[in-house]
């Protein structure tokens, strides 16, 4: 599922033919959540062949002769989109050797690309497709600048090919962690940022072999790097907490206007939804977020999300770093959903948080079939084929994927907690040790 | 702490027991037999006095009763901070009882966290704040937690209002082998600690093996350094521990007063220990010492040895699927609790983190789908008590709190739905009988302190 190009896919199967396990496949008589903010329907299908969704819907026609999974009792969704992971960058978060996410004592930091770290053989990519993920977004962490360097969009298939988009995005952080990284305040960090944008801005500008100003600070490197940020062809994402922050990320479009923000974050985004909504920059937060952790966060509260949406903004559930498995994705949307049932809380209804973790973060990450992407994160004629068939509403505690599919291909269920879980299930020791036990 | 690094740069960016308590001096002898040394194993006694409740009858919900009993239709009556009786729609209601309906409702005990942190590393989390571990020596056992608890706290609400928490076991961290002693709480709102401890509570000796104190420990060139480090030093403490404790006790040493306790076994051990070969190795040490392990805690590993658990009586408290963020961790799996149960061994779910406490429930029930799924169907009824009866078991109180039954403190949740389930939250929540969480009531949430007059002020959070 090598997706380098968005050349290349689009020439579709011909061109780029999918690995041969693809499958031509339905699925019948299930619980349908396309994923596009639409309420599920009962008795539905889903047809994929040659790697893509051909139908999705109630009383839709079957392809004679396709091998048919039967769904009565379950639920079929697209692929959990996993907005802004650390997929592929460590083995075990405090095992350093193992943890490629932060670079802190490199010379570089914009110009920093994750893709030649991502691993797809990470335990974390197998559990995390073993939970329905099936795409990402892979963000490097802020290491020595407010300047973390550039994320990848990612699959989660069994297989050696990973990246679907590289250099995706550049991932800045401001608030309380960018004012420490800039020299100590919040006023160093802005001007370390918008520096930086200038001497990209001039870089783009400077003839082939020209020398750049004599107090260029950025690594030629850097510079370049944000290149491609100041001319709106790779989104910035930023993260900003406060409200006060989020109004300073705002005001950057007054003297960038090229930039194509997305803001991280955003726990007090609630405060100012109305200006965040007027700007039409997407969110990508973490849902369950009520304590003052931080002074930047004072104003946290679960309804954030709600709140936002109602104003208009575009919000995804996100932020799957560190040790917020992206497998938990939706019991977090369905916290969402429990906040309507809160008198005085503002939550999600099912559709809404179910497309907050599978179409809405596709489609800021540039993959919501706009803007020349790929139709990800829903189940709609077009769209990857990406397809979980759950034994339950996906956003109950009790349910779980049965099968995944990736591009159409069948996934495996064979995890190391898949292994340990099988070697373990009974504690009989009598007649051969565990170990043999394979 | 679990001590691992911070939820990541992108997130940040992400007692004594009632006989001891009644009796405040204790006498030990010396060698020739005389009367030495006293002083007060309860300096600093609980203040803490049940709110004002009203007589209650919760009525038409399904009720759990933290024992694995389930009621359909199920009748609790509390009043005068105690359960009345807890039955079916038959059971007779007093005239004076509020009748609350809870049709369509369920009931539980009050949620009751292990292991928490609350107050000792409070929100905000910044550096004046950090009081959860004395890491300046490998054994601390002298320091007691609820020197260091913050009881503004906004943690206590939130666990009160979301999670449905009304006591809770405040642990020292982990960095050190013996971390100090914990402090039970009530989850009330209060200016001092004394206000929140829960009486009669005995007190635990927190203990930790593996990763954390080799690695605190050993990045300051000392001992210990490795796991055969943290034993060796753990066992010559508890020498030093049986000789002072057999010795004249003529000048008091507070940590050895510690260790003495749980020598007699008036002291819970709480021992963090996430591997199976360690588990086993610290129940040999207890064995060598002389004392019981009550609770192993973020024991990753259990499943691996569940047998061994069961017959040795201690509780593992676990999360649901925390996996992977340490080495010690990566053969954590989500069916860990179920197989636990499966082998008849004591389930405990625990937090050891201030958003995890708001949603034991849901932990709960994440570990128990795992286990139906590879064919372990252990009974809604079983598995409210992971987080309620078992918990207050592991944390000492099981006599006092964690179930519905008679006599006991009048802790109980009223659910607006099913307990296990993701859409559900506490619609209201008695401690002692007093009603201190109401959904449908704005004004009876609390707010601490530190959040007057700050963004969000008696927001629904």
Known sequence: MKRILALTAALGALACPLAASAQNIAITNATLAKGDGSEPVEGASVVVQNGKVVAAGVGIALPAGIETVDGTGKWVTPGLYSALTDLGLWDVQAVGDSNDTAADESPFNASLDVVPALNPSSQHIAVSREGGVTRASVTPHPGNSIFSGQGALIDLGADAAIVDNARAFQFVVLGETGARLAGGSRVASQVVLRNALREAKALVGTPAGAERASDAMLTHADAAALGPVVKGEQPLYVMAERASDIRAVLALKSEFPALKLVLVGATEGWLVAPEIAASGVPVITAPMRDLPEQFEVLGSTQSNIGRMVQAGVKVAIGMFAGDNQPRWATEQAGNMVALTRMPGATGLTWAQAFAAITSIPAEISGMGGKDGGKTEGVLAPGAVGDVVLWDGDPLELSSAPVSVWIDGVKQPFDSHQARLRERYQNLDRTYMPKAYDW | ?461
């Open chain 2, 1 to 461: 702490m679990r001590g691992k690094p911070r939820f990541g740069r992108l997130a940040s960016v992400v007692a004594l027991g009632l006989a001891l308590a009644t009796a405040p001096a204790a006498h030990a002898k010396k060698k020739d037999g005389d009367e030495a040394v006293s002083f007060d194993k309860d300096p600093y006694p609980s203040t803490y006095k049940a709110y004002p409740g009203r007589p209650t009858a919760l009525v038409g919900a399904t009720v759990y009763d933290g024992r694995g009993k389930r009621i359909d239709n199920g009748t609790v009556l509390f009043s005068g901070g105690k359960v009345v009786a807890v039955g079916g729609a038959d059971l007779a209601i007093p005239a004076d009882y509020d009748r609350i309906d809870g049709t369509g409702k369920f009931v539980t005990p009050g949620v009751v966290d292990a292991h928490s942190h609350l107050g000792d590393y409070a929100s905000p989390g910044v550096d004046a704040s950090s009081d959860g571990n004395e890491a300046t020596s490998p054994t601390t056992p002298d320091v007691w937690a609820e020197h260091s608890v913050w009881p503004q706290d906004p943690g206590f609400s939130r666990a009160l209002t979301n999670g449905g928490v009304t006591s809770l076991l405040i642990l020292p961290g982990s960095a050190n082998l013996m971390g100090g002693r914990s402090v039970m709480l009530k989850n009330v709102p209060a200016i001092t600690v004394q206000q929140m401890k829960f009486p009669g509570a005995p007190y635990s000796l927190k203990m930790a093996c593996g990763e954390n104190p080799k690695r605190v420990y050993g990045s300051r060139g000392m001992k210990p350094s490795t796991r055969m480090g943290n034993f060796a030093v753990n066992r010559q403490t508890w020498i030093d521990a049986k000789a002072y404790m057999e010795g004249d006790h003529s000048e008091r040493d507070l940590g050895n007063e510690t260790l003495e306790g749980v020598l007699k076994g008036e002291i819970l051990v709480q021992n963090h220990c996430y591997r199976a070969e360690e588990m086993a190795l610290v129940l040999d040490m207890a064995r060598e010492a002389g004392y019981k392990v009550t609770t192993f805690h973020h024991a990753v590993e259990s499943y691996k040895v569940a047998d061994m658990l069961r017959e040795a009586d201690v509780c593992s408290a676990v999360w649901a699927d925390w996996y992977g963020f340490k080495m010690e961790a990566y053969d954590g799996i989500p069916e860990n609790a179920a197989l636990i149960a499966n082998a008849g061994a004591c389930v405990v779910i625990h937090s050891d983190d201030q958003n995890g406490i708001q949603r034991l429930n849901q932990a709960a029930a994440k570990a128990q789908a795992a286990g139906r799924r590879m064919g372990i169907d252990i009974p809604d009824a079983q598995v409210i008590s992971w987080f309620t009866y078992n918990a207050a078991k592991a944390s000492g109180v099981a006599d006092k709190t964690g179930s519905l039954e008679e006599g006991k403190m009048a802790d109980v949740v009223l659910w607006n739905g099913d307990p296990l389930s993701v859409y559900s939250r506490p619609e209201k929540v008695w401690v002692d009988g007093a009603m201190l969480f109401d959904a449908d009531n704005p004004k009876l949430r609390p707010v601490s302190d530190f959040e007057l007059g700050q963004p969000g002020e008696g927001d629904v959070k």
